[in-house]
């Protein structure tokens, strides 16, 4: 067994060695620009743009024509967000409706767009990182113009109610923009019947290239975005820019595969994961986040009370995971997904994010077990807070004082 | 797998060898997300690190000046969208040769508000310095011209614009996307001309597509396109294309290397010397051949023909060229570069474009400029047989 064990897939996710492989030979001799229409080196350049289209499509049940191609995630979701607000402000009105704990990509562009003039909400989710049905079609008006829900959330994988919020999306006549960054590939979704208008999608989370992305924008009935990206007209004048002609490979195949493997390995992801939830839960003080029904197969995130998220970290370097979400970790904050589930400061600093993924072994799942027993029981022994616990103080009621 | 002599390195340029064998562990064991903070991320915010030093080298800036896109036509975007954000809405300076991908969101900014002004050039493609001097009157906050032209490959003298312009304090942009690895390009020179930014692309330079830079002076300030994460300091979001920034940075290191740049140099303009000599002899018109030109790029028309039907013909005997930008290559267009260069309508219906790369060898030149007088020949019969006309052009619709 190789050291350290990766188990930060929703961070992102190795390329498969078969999607490599697609990918290696539109890095040699097939170099040509997508965009040249006067020789074969652009002909087959696009050929090879479109299947992959096609692949992608198909994953989530829709046509080619309604896929999009960006640079990321993160472009799709301000493609999604800025380009849909804009074009329908003045025929629907000037209201968001979003969620807390939505990726930043989402949250940025949708302050971004408060400083423009539009007004947001932002809903709380309850305990388990949920919202509700009920809270959602509440905070829906008549001016809502975009609505944007994550379909699994990344620091804690919780599901949100898609098909749900989508027909009460649809009935008020609002957008419905769901990020799927973290669901494609990890559950079934079938754009031909859920009433979602735009998703974005990411291939490095799917074991496909980073760099590249899309967004699905639904034609009928037909939805209607400003560029957000000008120049040569590309992608039907919604995204110029030279394709890059290897990465849309990469994520055609690796959409492919996902499509064609998703249904097993989902399963043998689950028992990994189960089994890794069971192996720590005899630790004391353990507190998973986010519900566990809900919930994609290959996530788990824990905080271990009593433990310093930092020291924790540094303790468990044979394993590489996030205390976090990857996106924000270069800050101490807390995590504002945690925080939002109405955990402490203090939990939210302890909590740390398995993600486990097509190339997570059984082994590396009982190593990862015996080390959090052995290491967190070594940092409570230093901890004077876990001391404290353990002679009965109730640490909530203690007067710090400065000094 | 095609066997066509390739002459379209204006368009996308084939990956050099040693940069896809730099990018292959990448896309293997070196799959972190640089955001990470263990030792998979640290090890992907390394190496883009490298490559961001690398292509700070490659052009003679300063590594925080460097702002990684996901290309070319995103940092013209960044720069002209991102720059006008942070300014109340005013004057805007572009040449009438610009690339699309700074023409359109100058067009954009003029719906928001923005006076755009086109810069004219001359029949050579240079930027007419009087017209400039009467447009800098008019006090602009942003200018943007580009360094070489993707069509005509002229090459503006930017110090001595810089120069005009300083006075005005606007911020000044310039595209050099396709001077890139064809010119030496020295950022802090230019900034000290009066240069703000630049626009870069990988894979003009023999690096992978999706990976393009803009080089900027800090004192600029830019509303990011992308929010998000924060990377780039918080001017682009979205997780680093790590594989294909290592390749940008080893291409700008492998390109812009000043040896081979002018080894390089030297070759492309013999061999282009030696085209050109014989497009000259079957009574071509060469564009802006006057103009200091990229050493590889040769735009020009043959007398009654047209350009689609020419460059069909050269794939068919195995010659990939183009007969406009690729970015740009909606059908039935005439060249808005050959408009702005006073170019009769009916001779720029006749456009091709021959851009040389490393590739490219004399016997191909020699090859191509046969195939050409064989074309030219042809047609020449044919325009003397009307009936047969209409059947080619439908012909070439065909295969388009």
Same mark, same amino acid.
């Given at each position: 067994?190789?050291?350290?064990?990766?188990?930060?897939?929703?961070?992102?996710?190795?390329?498969?060695?078969?999607? *490599?492989?697609?990918m290696?030979?539109?890095?040699?001799?097939?170099?040509?620009?997508?965009?040249?229409?006067?020789h074969?080196?652009?002909?087959?350049?696009?050929?090879?743009?479109?299947?992959?289209?096609e692949?992608?499509? %198909?994953?989530?049940?829709? /046509?080619?024509?309604?896929?999009?191609?960006?640079?990321?995630?993160?472009?799709?979701?301000?493609?999604?967000?800025?380009?849909?607000?804009?074009?329908?402000?003045a025929?629907?009105?000037?209201?968001?409706?979003?969620?807390?704990?939505?990726?930043?990509?989402?949250?940025?562009?949708?302050?971004?767009?408060e400083?423009?003039?539009?007004e947001?909400?932002?809903?709380?989710?309850?305990?388990?990182?949920?919202?509700?049905v009920e809270?959602?079609?509440a *905070?829906?008006?008549?001016?809502?113009?975009? *609505?944007?829900?994550?379909?699994?959330n990344?620091?804690?994988?919780?599901?949100?109610?898609?098909?749900?919020?989508?027909?009460?999306?649809?009935?008020?006549?609002?957008?419905?923009?769901?990020?799927?960054?973290?669901?494609?590939?990890?559950?079934?979704?079938?754009?031909?019947?859920l009433?979602?208008?735009?998703?974005?999608?990411?291939?490095?989370?799917a074991?496909?290239?980073?760099?590249?992305?899309?967004?699905?924008?639904?034609r009928?009935p037909?939805?209607r975005?400003?560029?957000?990206?000008?120049?040569g007209?590309?992608?039907?004048?919604?995204?110029?820019?030279?394709?890059p002609?290897?990465?849309?490979?990469g994520?055609?195949?690796a959409?492919r595969?996902?499509?064609?493997?998703?249904?097993?390995?989902?399963?043998?992801?689950?028992?990994?994961r189960?089994?890794?939830?069971?192996?720590?839960?005899?630790?004391?003080?353990?507190?998973?986040?986010?519900?566990?029904?809900?919930?994609?197969?290959? $996530?788990?995130?824990?905080?271990?009370?009593?433990?310093?998220?930092?020291?924790?970290?540094?303790?468990?370097?044979d394993?590489?995971?996030?205390?976090?979400?990857?996106?924000?970790?270069?800050s101490?904050?807390?995590?504002?997904?945690?925080?939002?589930?109405?955990?402490?400061?203090?939990?939210a600093?302890?909590?740390?994010?398995?993600?486990l993924?097509?190339f997570?072994?059984?082994?590396?799942?009982?190593y990862?077990?015996?080390?959090?027993?052995?290491?967190i029981?070594?940092?409570?022994?230093?901890?004077?807070?876990?001391?404290?616990?353990?002679?009965?103080?109730?640490?909530?009621?203690?007067?710090?004082?400065a000094? | 797998?095609?066997?066509?002599?390739?002459?379209?390195?204006?368009?996308?340029t084939?990956?050099?060898?040693?940069?896809?064998?730099?990018?292959?562990?990448?896309? /293997?064991?070196?799959?972190?997300?640089?955001?990470?903070?263990?030792?998979?991320?640290?090890?992907?915010?390394?190496?883009?690190?490298?490559?961001?030093q690398?292509?700070?080298?490659?052009?003679?800036a300063?590594?925080?000046?460097?702002?990684?896109?996901?290309?070319?036509?995103?940092a013209? $975007?960044?720069?002209?969208k991102?720059?006008?954000a942070?300014?109340?809405?005013?004057r805007?300076i572009?040449?009438?040769?610009?690339?699309?991908?700074?023409?359109?969101? %100058?067009e954009?900014?003029?719906?928001?508000g923005?006076?755009?002004?086109?810069? *004219?050039?001359?029949?050579?493609?240079?930027?007419d310095?009087?017209?400039f001097?009467?447009?800098?009157?008019?006090?602009?906050?942003?200018?943007?011209?580009?360094?070489? $032209?993707?069509?005509?490959?002229?090459v503006?003298?930017?110090?001595a614009?810089?120069?005009?312009a300083?006075?005005?304090?606007?911020?000044?942009?310039?595209?050099?996307?396709?001077?890139l690895?064809?010119?030496?390009?020295?950022?802090?020179?230019?900034n000290?001309?009066?240069?703000?930014a630049?626009?870069?692309?990988?894979?003009?330079?023999?690096?992978p597509?999706?990976?393009?830079?803009?080089?900027?002076?800090?004192?600029?300030?830019?509303?990011?396109?992308?929010?998000g994460?924060?990377?780039e300091?918080?001017?682009r979001?979205?997780?680093e $294309?790590?594989?294909?920034?290592v390749?940008?940075?080893?291409?700008?290191?492998?390109?812009?290397?000043?040896?081979?740049?002018?080894?390089?140099?030297?070759r492309?303009?013999?061999?282009?010397?030696?085209l050109? %000599?014989?497009?000259?002899?079957?009574?071509?018109?060469?564009?802006?051949?006057?103009a200091?030109?990229?050493?590889?790029?040769?735009?020009?028309?043959?007398?009654?023909l047209?350009?689609?039907t020419?460059v069909?013909?050269? /794939?068919r005997?195995?010659?990939?060229?183009?007969?406009?930008?690729a970015?740009s290559?909606?059908?039935?267009?005439?060249?808005?570069?050959? /408009?702005?260069?006073?170019?009769?309508?009916?001779?720029?219906?006749?456009?091709?474009?021959?851009?040389?790369?490393?590739?490219?060898?004399?016997?191909?030149?020699?090859?191509?400029?046969?195939?050409?007088?064989?074309?030219?020949?042809?047609?020449?019969?044919?325009?003397?047989?009307?009936?047969?006309?209409?059947?080619?052009a439908?012909?070439?619709?065909?295969v388009?």
């Amino acid at each position: 067994m190789k050291l350290p064990i990766y188990l930060d897939y929703s961070a992102t996710t190795p390329v498969d060695p078969r999607v *490599a492989e697609k990918m290696i030979p539109w890095l040699s001799e097939h170099f040509g620009n997508p965009a040249s229409r006067s020789h074969p080196y652009g002909w087959e350049a696009e050929k090879a743009v479109e299947e992959a289209r096609e692949r992608v499509a %198909a994953l989530v049940n829709a /046509d080619a024509k309604e896929i999009v191609w960006t640079s990321g995630a993160t472009e799709s979701n301000n493609l999604a967000l800025k380009g849909a607000a804009h074009f329908y402000a003045a025929s629907k009105g000037r209201h968001i409706l979003t969620v807390a704990t939505e990726h930043k990509a989402v949250l940025d562009t949708v302050k971004e767009l408060e400083r423009q003039g539009f007004e947001a909400t932002y809903l709380m989710p309850q305990q388990n990182g949920l919202i509700t049905v009920e809270q959602f079609q509440a *905070a829906l008006r008549p001016d809502t113009v975009i *609505a944007s829900v994550m379909a699994v959330n990344n620091e804690i994988g919780v599901i949100q109610p898609i098909a749900e919020l989508g027909e009460l999306c649809r009935a008020n006549g609002t957008l419905f923009h769901v990020d799927a960054a973290q669901a494609a590939g990890k559950m079934p979704l079938d754009l031909a019947r859920l009433n979602v208008d735009l998703m974005s999608f990411s291939a490095h989370k799917a074991y496909g290239p980073k760099g590249i992305g899309a967004l699905y924008v639904r034609r009928k009935p037909r939805v209607r975005l400003e560029p957000q990206m000008h120049g040569g007209g590309h992608e039907r004048g919604l995204r110029s820019g030279t394709l890059p002609t290897h990465q849309i490979v990469g994520m055609g195949e690796a959409f492919r595969l996902a499509r064609e493997e998703m249904g097993s390995e989902i399963e043998r992801i689950r028992a990994l994961r189960d089994k890794l939830l069971k192996g720590i839960s005899d630790i004391e003080e353990v507190y998973v986040n986010g519900d566990m029904e809900q919930r994609v197969a290959h $996530n788990l995130n824990v905080s271990f009370n009593f433990v310093e998220g930092e020291s924790l970290i540094m303790a468990i370097k044979d394993i590489a995971v996030s205390s976090g979400s990857a996106c924000t970790s270069a800050s101490l904050e807390p995590s504002y997904v945690l925080r939002a589930l109405g955990r402490s400061d203090e939990l939210a600093h302890s909590s740390i994010r398995f993600t486990l993924g097509r190339f997570t072994t059984e082994e590396e799942i009982d190593y990862t077990i015996d080390l959090l027993h052995a290491k967190i029981a070594k940092l409570r022994d230093l901890s004077p807070l876990w001391e404290m616990y353990k002679e009965g103080i109730d640490l909530s009621t203690v007067q710090w004082a400065a000094h | 797998m095609n066997a066509s002599v390739y002459l379209d390195h204006n368009a996308t340029t084939p990956l050099l060898p040693a940069v896809r064998d730099a990018m292959l562990p990448y896309l /293997d064991d070196r799959f972190g997300n640089p955001s990470s903070r263990h030792a998979f991320g640290r090890i992907a915010r390394a190496a883009v690190d490298e490559a961001r030093q690398r292509v700070a080298a490659a052009v003679g800036a300063h590594e925080t000046e460097v702002i990684f896109t996901s290309g070319g036509t995103e940092a013209n $975007n960044l720069f002209l969208k991102g720059a006008a954000a942070m300014l109340p809405a005013g004057r805007l300076i572009v040449s009438a040769i610009e690339h699309a991908s700074v023409r359109a969101p %100058a067009e954009q900014l003029r719906r928001y508000g923005w006076q755009l002004d086109i810069l *004219a050039v001359d029949g050579q493609g240079r930027a007419d310095r009087a017209d400039f001097q009467r447009l800098l009157a008019g006090r602009p906050a942003l200018v943007s011209v580009m360094l070489a $032209n993707n069509e005509s490959g002229n090459v503006q003298d930017l110090p001595a614009l810089a120069e005009q312009a300083r006075p005005t304090r606007a911020w000044l942009h310039s595209d050099a996307v396709q001077a890139l690895g064809k010119l030496a390009i020295d950022f802090r020179a230019l900034n000290a001309a009066g240069v703000h930014a630049l626009s870069l692309s990988a894979h003009k330079i023999g690096g992978p597509k999706g990976a393009g830079a803009l080089i900027v002076d800090k004192r600029v300030e830019l509303s990011p396109l992308l929010a998000g994460g924060g990377q780039e300091r918080d001017l682009r979001s979205g997780t680093e $294309n790590v594989a294909t920034l290592v390749g940008f940075g080893l291409a700008c290191t492998l390109a812009c290397d000043p040896q081979a740049l002018s080894e390089r140099t030297a070759r492309l303009v013999s061999l282009r010397a030696r085209l050109e %000599a014989g497009l000259v002899a079957l009574g071509a018109t060469v564009f802006a051949a006057e103009a200091g030109r990229l050493p590889n790029t040769s735009f020009f028309a043959l007398p009654g023909l047209d350009g689609e039907t020419v460059v069909m013909q050269l /794939d068919r005997a195995g010659y990939a060229v183009a007969s406009g930008a690729a970015c740009s290559a909606q059908t039935g267009r005439p060249s808005p570069v050959l /408009d702005a260069l006073g170019v009769p309508p009916e001779v720029a219906r006749g456009a091709v474009r021959v851009s040389l790369g490393d590739g490219n060898d004399s016997a191909q030149i020699d090859g191509f400029l046969t195939a050409l007088q064989q074309i030219v020949a042809a047609f020449a019969h044919t325009a003397a047989c009307p009936a047969a006309k209409p059947r080619l052009a439908e012909t070439s619709r065909g295969v388009l």
